[in-house]
């Protein structure tokens, strides 16, 4: 880590250097604040896991977000409270417009959701601990909330799939890989090209993002914020952000049965896993569908096959299909929106279109400015495609805790569950969202999106029709995950 972040490791809480893999068990614990000042005093004391402690053994660890609501409740000042994002202050199922743009709509409407479709809880505990260890660890953390003036409102639990998704695909291949040695300056030539690493500041307020400027963040004048880091963009301001992040939470409900029985039905049972595969646009393994390239891709380690490829070899869509999930959640594509640092020259060619490769180069925005960290956990018994095709298979009753963060939820969480996931214009298409986690609902009204396309070799798209809706919002939320320091002065 750079000189900087490496003497605040013990102010950043853990989450966003690490997903906590080696402690299988988690629970994630949704209160409301009963009292106070008693819950003032617990989270002043919680005992928090940092950056800083990854260095050492960790059996548990223990994590903490604060909704707006939660901000209120604890009697934090309204303008303190009122500069952090909108988004956040309205809350992920606050705004009609925003369920809409979110795909939150019909069966994933707020009003059907088990928690959160009134408004976030006040606070949020994850809890992490290895097998065996988290149900004492959790009951005592449950009775010492009791004692200090929290209710829990619900429990999230987890389960360990081994790597897999509910579906049956390897998950957590496609991760950004942080700059946190501060190694590249964005804006530079190499931004033309597709890359993995990515800002720090993309994903922790207080640091220079991937435009080089400094995400919007709640800043305090210093007689005000003693306790806390000073400002790097004004350092005669306290900085409330720093070192935190946003954290969006969503309950995500997959009907794997109907996952695996469209396909077979399309498909036959032998070869239901090639059309899976390819709404997914990997292989069960977690493989993609694209070969491996051998040039070297900027945070993409050269033993990392998963993860080192693009799609400029495959505008068409013919290896991977153009709306497929996993192109859609990251579509690999380079180019530096307005070219400020670009030569004369450079600039020019790509404004006449000689350096791209073909027209839908331009189609689809820029990832680096809309990448997030996902740390989710999925819950519910995993059952094997095979099984899940049979008619006499149980519903297994799983899916996924989504959990991402990012330093602009509007920027990035929205815009990918938006401009790509949901989106029926994607990448050029017109009728077809997401084949995982669409909800199949025209959009606009008459607009069909309940389509997959393949295209084949002869260039004629082969047309998927009808698809149900696999997966289902049942909860949701928009939290604030701060540095220790914030976390105390926020409980002041």
């Not at 949901?422 to 990448?427: G, L, R, V, W």
């Not at 199949?440 to 798209?461: H, Y």
Request: charged content about 20%.
């Amino acid at each position: 880590m750079s000189p900087a972040l490496s003497a605040e490791a013990d102010d950043v809480q853990a989450l966003p250097r690490s997903g906590f893999v080696k402690l299988v068990e988690a629970a994630f614990l949704l209160l409301q604040i009963r009292n106070r000042a008693a819950a003032r005093s617990w989270l002043r004391q919680a005992p928090v896991t940092t950056v800083a402690d990854l260095k050492g053994y960790q059996p548990t660890a223990l994590q903490v977000a604060v909704s707006a609501n939660g901000l209120k409740k604890l009697g934090v000042a309204a303008p303190i409270v009122e500069a952090f994002a909108p988004e956040f202050l309205s809350g992920m199922a606050g705004d009609e417009a925003r369920s809409r743009r979110l795909g939150d709509v019909g069966d994933n409407a707020p009003r059907q959701w088990r928690w959160g479709g009134t408004g976030e809880p006040d606070v949020l505990l994850l809890l992490y601990a290895e097998q065996g260890k988290l149900d004492a660890w959790k009951g005592s953390i449950i009775t010492a909330l009791a004692q200090n003036g929290f209710d829990v409102v619900i429990e999230l639990a987890t389960s360990n799939m081994h790597d897999k998704e509910p579906f049956g695909f390897t998950d957590g291949v496609s991760q950004p890989q942080i700059d946190w040695d501060d190694v590249r300056k964005p804006g530079g030539t190499a931004d033309l090209d597709y890359g993995n690493l990515i800002s720090k500041g993309e994903f922790l307020l207080g640091y220079a993002n991937e435009y080089g400027q400094y995400t919007d963040r709640p800043l305090l004048p210093d007689n005000a914020a003693e306790a806390l880091p000073r400002a790097e963009d004004r350092a005669e301001l306290g900085d409330l952000g720093r070192n935190g992040t946003y954290l969006v939470l969503r309950e995500l409900h997959q009907d794997v049965r109907a996952f695996w029985r469209y396909a077979a039905q399309q498909e036959g049972q032998t070869a239901a896993r090639n059309l899976a595969e390819a709404m997914v646009g990997r292989q069960t393994s977690g493989q993609p569908l694209i070969a491996p390239q051998c040039a070297p891709i900027r945070g993409v380690p050269p033993s990392s096959p998963q993860n080192r490829f693009t799609y400029d070899t495959d505008s068409q869509g013919m290896i991977c299909p153009l709306g497929a999930h996993v192109r859609r959640a990251n579509p690999r594509t380079g180019d530096m929106p307005g070219g400020s640092r670009q030569s004369l020259v450079a600039r020019f060619l790509r404004t006449l279109g000689f350096t791209r490769i073909d027209l839908r180069s331009d189609l689809v925005a820029s990832s680096r400015f809309h990448r997030i960290i996902r740390r989710g956990r999925e819950f519910g018994t995993w059952v094997a495609p095979e099984a899940a095709m049979r008619p006499d298979c149980p519903d297994p009753q799983s899916g996924l805790q989504f959990i991402c963060l990012n330093a602009n939820i509007s920027r990035q969480f929205e815009f990918v569950q938006n401009a790509w996931l949901a989106s029926a214009k994607f990448n050029g298409l017109f009728d077809e969202s997401d084949p995982l986690t669409g909800n199949r609902l025209p959009f606009p009204v008459g607009c069909a999106t309940d389509c997959f396309s393949v295209t084949q070799q002869n260039g004629v798209a082969r047309r998927f029709r009808r698809l149900p809706a696999f997966v289902t919002v049942r909860g949701g939320g928009y939290f604030f995950l701060p540095g220790v320091r914030a976390l105390r002065f926020l409980t002041q």
